[in-house]
DNA sequence: GAGGTTGTTTAGAA
DNA sequence: CTTCTAAACAACCT
């Protein structure tokens, strides 16, 4: 669930199911999903009010709730959930909001994020640590110092939340792909980050419009799983090498590899 | 059983 | 300071 585009397809489920809505009860199925709050202080904050925005940034999604906000994180499973109040308890459900028409639900198979909760007027870095700007809020002039002021794998300064917030494993291998540049290249290296630019504004434009990494034609994504995938432009055979501590997917005709 | 996974954090090394 | 690595977190899957 996790990556930029993903967030954003949760952040407009919370805006159409919760926004406007009072929060008339909340039910923890797993208490340690509140990473920094218990039960009790968590209603004291929220039973009563009303959801009344939700944004995103970066992986994170805020939703605030008149004097609090909530900082809602999918690790790798996360996902929010509508149902009507009398649903029963899905297996992996770990938060239950009962608003006064319908429930949203924070179920998360492996735990990995978690909900926070904070003041409205605390910035979230207290709560998220450092993290720059939104991938798709960075100028193009921003993105060309970042990049070429780095010696990292140009993958790993994409997916630096500190740097870049919003882009993860899928989406970078997406947009290096697309644009032509091996995922070690060094940012300092990066011959034509305007190209790059571009390709990671249509990739993140057109997967957040989607609320994921599109399974189509012409993505990467869509051979991601396979062995024998085949790169969609040249059928050249998919490597897949370890960068930034992650398996990057990457065809080696279209993006050679750095000397 | 082994090794893999769209996430972050931490410690330690180079 | 920057960068990289491994491990931990957790619950699956192949």
């Keep these: 669930m996790p990556e930029l585009c993903d967030v954003e397809g949760q952040r407009r489920r919370l805006d159409r199911f919760a926004v406007g809505r009072s929060i008339e009860g909340i039910e923890l199925p797993d208490t340690e999903i509140v990473r920094n709050a218990d039960e009790s202080s968590l209603r004291d904050a929220l039973l009563g009010a009303s959801f009344t925005g939700a944004y995103r940034h970066g992986k994170w999604l805020v939703a605030l709730a008149e004097s609090h906000k909530l900082l809602v994180h999918f690790g790798m499973t996360g996902l929010l959930v509508s149902t009507d109040s009398g649903e029963s308890l899905h297996r992996h459900d770990r938060a239950v909001f009962s608003l006064d028409d319908g429930q949203l639900r924070y179920r998360n198979q492996r735990r990995l994020g978690g909900l926070w909760l904070t003041s409205a007027d605390s910035p979230i870095e207290q709560i998220t640590g450092p993290i720059g700007p939104d991938a798709q809020a960075v100028s193009k002039q921003d993105f060309a110092a970042l990049v070429s002021g780095r010696r990292a794998h140009v993958k790993a300064i994409l997916m630096d939340q500190s740097a870049i917030a919003g882009i993860g494993n899928l989406l970078s291998d997406e947009i290096l792909w697309r644009a032509y540049v091996h995922p070690k290249v060094r940012g300092d290296r990066v011959a034509d980050h305007q190209g790059l630019y571009k390709q990671m504004r249509k990739v993140l434009s057109e997967s957040a419009r989607r609320g994921q990494v599109p399974q189509a034609q ?33 065809c080696p005709r279209c993006q050679p590899a750095p000397n």
């Design 218 to 250: 012409g993505w990467l994504q869509q051979v991601r799983e396979r062995s024998d995938a085949s790169c969609p432009r040249c059928a050249t055979a998919i490597e897949r090498a370890k960068v930034a501590g992650r398996t990057a997917c990457l």
